[in-house]
């Protein structure tokens, strides 16, 4: 856990026995959440999304963060400035500290993805003598991410396509340098990163885990419990959507055993399933939001970027004039992340061909 920029980080649990008891530092109304979770009668919130931020202000000259989880990393981030990455944390109390005796805003946010386990967070505590202070308010744009690996920056940060002898991917995604997060910064937007690695919208990566999808999983706020419900509160009220579902359904041959005898039955099932979530969409946030549609190259056919034009194209035909397709793809891609996934320069790229694509639309921010 390095620190940087003076501040010191130490993490020790909470107690000294081996299985410290979890107790939250107070209220969930002294920090604010960026993303998914369900809310405990304790004050503490559980979570499985990636990317998912706490932030939070304090006096004083540090600041503990109080946390219940042994799968996920997250970066600690004092004043907009990384100081710490805590690697599988566990149940224990982090704590920053060698800070100018001042006001500082904290935030924490979850590199990795963990759909088969939840993390619990606790809350901040102030060091002795200083105080946690009223978070941050809200920001008035909002943007929903939808997708899979892409969207969550899986391997994003590690350099080399065989992450297999540096941790794995895990130790090198990094879900807050991403493109959506990118973006989502550079419009001072708050946002979810509704990611689910190896997903497509009818078909996930190679045929795996058949009868389930991307929307088997969508409306959760805990990926790990079969049939939980995210309650969306009223102040989520996003004006943008980008979509990012179909290299999975696409990328690998149909194998003898999946019910898609042949490329145009997948691209009929894989339309439909589309235009059916975009309903759900339509239902969801209502006619002002944008949504935006996007596909990218990949390498056994066209049909991914050729369909979702035209599921826009359709769309638009039947008055909805709010949606918009997007096709991102750049000769200075190297595909250097875990796995052939792009690479933390790649997320730089293809952020910059949104920004360029958003600023063309009619938003209501």
Request: hydrophobic share 35%; aromatic share 10%; glycine share 12%.
């Amino acid at each position: 856990m390095a620190a940087t920029a003076g501040a010191v980080v130490l993490a020790r649990p909470s107690h000294a026995s081996a299985a410290p008891s979890f107790r939250p530092a107070g209220p969930a109304s002294t920090f604010r959440t960026v993303g998914r979770v369900k809310k405990g009668a304790d004050g503490s919130v559980q979570y499985t999304w990636p990317g998912i931020a706490f932030e939070g202000r304090f006096r004083g000259t540090g600041v503990g963060i109080v946390l219940d989880d042994s799968g996920n990393d997250y970066d600690v981030q004092i004043d907009g400035r990384t100081v710490s990455t805590l690697v599988t944390p566990g149940r224990a109390t982090s704590w920053v500290e060698g800070l100018a005796d001042t006001e500082h805003g904290v935030r924490l946010v979850k590199r990795t993805e963990s759909p088969w386990a939840a993390g619990r967070f606790g809350g901040f505590v102030a060091v002795r003598g200083g105080a946690v202070l009223r978070p941050p308010a809200p920001r008035r744009r909002q943007i929903e991410f939808i997708g899979d690996s892409y969207t969550a920056g899986y391997g994003n940060v590690s350099g080399v396509r065989d992450c297999s002898g540096i941790g794995g991917v895990d130790r090198n995604s990094n879900a807050d340098l991403a493109f959506g997060p990118l973006t989502a910064r550079r419009l001072g937007a708050d946002y979810q990163q509704n990611a689910f690695s190896g997903r497509g919208m009818v078909r996930n990566y190679n045929g795996g885990e058949p009868g389930t999808d991307y929307r088997t999983s969508y409306d959760r706020a805990l990926l790990n419990v079969d049939g939980d419900v995210w309650r969306k509160p009223g102040s989520w009220r996003p004006q943008l959507v980008v979509i990012g579902l179909g290299i999975n359904d696409f990328s690998t041959p149909l194998g003898p055993d999946e019910p898609w005898a042949t490329e145009e039955g997948l691209v009929a099932a894989y339309a439909s399933a589309y235009h059916g979530f975009l309903d759900t969409l339509r239902a969801r946030y209502g006619p002002r939001t944008f949504v935006l549609v996007s596909s990218t190259a990949v390498s056994l056919t066209t049909a991914f970027a050729d369909t979702t034009r035209r599921i826009v194209e359709e769309r638009n035909a039947r008055g909805d004039r709010r949606i918009g397709h997007w096709y991102y793809d750049d000769p200075g891609l190297d595909r250097l992340g875990c796995d052939w996934h792009p690479s933390l320069q790649d997320h730089q790229i293809i952020s910059a061909l949104l920004d360029q694509r958003l600023a063309a639309l009619p938003l209501d921010w």
